[in-house]
């Protein structure tokens, strides 16, 4: 009688566990190769996060107008940045005493070098305060905010989306309504004008070395060396320290909050956003302090402040959301359109140019009925056209 061999099943192989995790590794991989190979600086968290903690941020800013404006009565600018930021760096010290250790001598180098910036800009900006208005210094001050685009197209060769152009202008307009009372180029004016460059500078600086991981040591050195700055500014007079509860307080809250805790944030912040979106982002600084002056100081919420205030908040809306801008240039143009107006053949950011281009070779119309001509030739998209 003959046998019939019987079949039996391979057995799986014992390496399937390890081509699954294989698998997985290489899908982490794809997912994440951005952080091997491009800026690993800026994908950890979303951009939405810095500029949500930029926005109070410049909130804190904006608290700090009426408390410099009752504590420079009695403290010189100088004297009063010296000790703000002294206090700043030991608070920074004291929350996290290891923020240097493991620090690389690159990297503070370069939070060296923000600091020098930021302290010069700080330092001139005093100076040059005490030869025009403060609100003619504001308005000046707010230059950065034009410079840092520019800048950073001619020093770093970025590359400058069209919303983020439109939303400088925005910002620019609308701190000038809010601040701006007469503007005679002066010395102060001048001196202003040359610290707006450096905290373009600064914000440009953070923008292209900033890491979310040595956000707390870049922060510790950077008060450091803005401390060592503004005490060189204070030293031909001798310094003068805060005395009654009043003053201390204030320079409590502008060391510890206005002082570290603001650059702390702006530092991880700028580790995830751009430093011209940053830089629209922080004009909301003088919307902020016009709300605390209401507040605080009871001043009156005039047609300026609001014109101005709406101005500053469309700029970040185009800075933000150019696709919402770009739909309603497209819902314009097609209102416009029987009136004899011609359509631009692209309107708007990535997501309306899809919307609103003319369609080439090859390619179906909106309705999906009838192909496109030959090559060489446009015909326009029946939708907006």
Do not use: N
């Not at 001798?238 to 204030?250: C, I, K, R, S, V």
């Not at 944030?265 to 209401?294: K, Y």
Request: charged share 15%; aromatic share 4%.
């Amino acid at each position: 009688m003959s046998t019939t061999p019987t079949l039996r099943r391979r057995p799986r192989p014992l390496a399937t566990a390890s081509s699954t995790r294989s698998t997985r590794t290489s899908a982490r991989t794809s997912r994440f190769a951005l952080l091997r190979t491009g800026d690993a600086r800026r994908t950890p968290a979303p951009a939405t996060v810095g500029i949500g903690a930029l926005v109070g941020v410049t909130r804190v800013w904006g608290s700090t107008f009426p408390l410099l404006k009752d504590a420079l009565d009695r403290i010189p600018a100088a004297d009063l940045l010296t000790v703000r930021f002294a206090v700043a760096t030991l608070a920074l010290l004291a929350l996290r005493p290891t923020a240097l250790v493991g620090m690389s001598r690159r990297t503070a180098a370069r939070a060296a070098l923000l600091g020098l910036l930021y302290g010069v800009a700080q330092v001139l900006q005093t100076v040059g305060l005490e030869h025009t208005s403060a609100s003619v210094s504001g308005f000046v001050t707010s230059a950065y905010v034009v410079l840092t685009p520019v800048l950073g197209a001619l020093v770093l060769r970025r590359r400058v989306p069209a919303p983020v152009w439109v939303a400088v202008a925005l910002s620019t307009a609308g701190i000038g309504v809010l601040s701006l009372r007469g503007l005679a180029v002066g010395p102060g004016e001048a001196l202003t004008l040359l610290s707006a460059a450096f905290f373009a500078l600064h914000i440009l600086g953070l923008g292209a070395w900033a890491s979310a991981k040595d956000a707390f040591g870049v922060s510790v050195v950077q008060l450091a060396v803005v401390t060592v700055v503004s005490g060189a500014a204070a030293a031909p007079g001798g310094l003068t320290l805060p005395h009654g509860t009043a003053d201390l307080l204030a320079v409590g809250y502008l060391a510890v909050v206005a002082g570290a805790g603001a650059l702390l944030v702006q530092t991880w912040a700028q580790a995830h956003v751009a430093p011209e979106r940053a830089a629209v982002v922080m004009t909301l600084e003088p919307v902020w302090a016009a709300a605390f002056s209401v507040a605080l100081l009871g001043e009156t919420l005039g047609p300026r402040v609001v014109v101005g205030g709406a101005a500053v908040l469309a700029a970040m809306v185009v800075c933000e959301r150019p696709d919402l801008v770009a739909r309603l240039v497209a819902r314009l143009a097609a209102t416009l359109r029987p009136l004899g107006h011609r359509l631009p053949d692209v309107v708007g950011p990535r997501d309306a140019r899809r919307t609103l281009r003319v369609h080439g070779a090859g390619s179906r119309s909106r309705e999906g009925r009838q192909p496109g001509p030959a090559r060489g030739t446009r015909t326009p998209c029946a939708a907006c056209c």
